[in-house]
């Protein structure tokens, strides 16, 4: 199906001099860590940051820090686990670690509550538009190498639901189902949908360090849909 899993090789830590571990609860009122990257300027925008399946926050560190650098604060959360659950209904309530993510930004006084997006890559990226469907805190979304369907995890109806708020797709042209994936949620949308393409063979947070490109494109998105 086109979908990549990369395995975590060793422990990562978020090497950035303004990072700053903090927990928060979920739903169900398990904690939740993460690393924020405050923007000097407050309150600002902020963005929830979602890896890709095996891979941990840590990617997100040089995205982080651009954006910090456009004053928007960002949030980067791990998923629930480094691997696929066997049930997939499961699987169905990761997106609530991303909703949570939101509520913790929207409740903090250095964080434009009005003004919060969410940027997932591949597994990350359909979770978080599972997030963004229903919840009116999330302004504009980035999606990078989503897939139509991620082991059952399908996101036509999330990004209907989604609706006119704007979203960033982005794909690699050498990565053929999300290159599909992106057109296909780009085509005949109740709202603003913008691609960004590359010719990296790669995929995910890989194509974003590998595509600086593609990490500028990505903060000047949230630039200007965050205001």
């Known amino acids: ?119 997932g890559a591949s597994l990350g990226a359909n979770l978080a538009a599972m997030a963004a469907a229903d919840n009116p805190l999330i302004l504009s979304v980035a999606l990078v190498s989503a897939s139509l369907d991620y082991r059952g995890l399908r996101i036509e109806g999330a990004m209907r639901q989604y609706g006119a708020r704007p979203a960033l797709l982005m794909a690699s042209l050498n990565d053929p189902y999300a290159a599909r994936s992106a057109r296909e949620l780009a085509k005949d949308a109740p709202g603003p949908r913008e691609t960004r393409w590359s010719d990296t063979a790669a995929h995910g947070t890989v194509l974003l360090s590998e595509q600086p490109d593609l990490v500028r494109a990505l903060v000047e998105w949230f630039q200007r849909t965050l205001g």
């Open 1 to 119: 199906d086109g979908i990549r899993d990369v395995a975590v090789t060793g422990v990562q830590t978020c090497a950035l001099p303004i990072c700053r571990a903090v927990t928060f609860r979920g739903e169900d009122g398990h904690a939740i860590g993460g690393y924020l990257v405050e923007s000097d300027a407050k309150p600002a925008p902020a963005v929830v940051l979602v890896p890709m399946l095996g891979r941990t926050k840590e990617d997100w560190q040089g995205v982080a820090q651009r954006l910090a650098d456009a004053h928007i604060t960002a949030l980067a959360i791990d998923l629930p686990k480094q691997y696929l659950p066997a049930d997939n209904s499961e699987l169905a309530l990761w997106p609530r670690d991303i909703q949570a993510a939101v509520a913790y930004l929207a409740a903090r006084a250095d964080v434009r509550a009005g003004a919060i997006g969410v940027a």
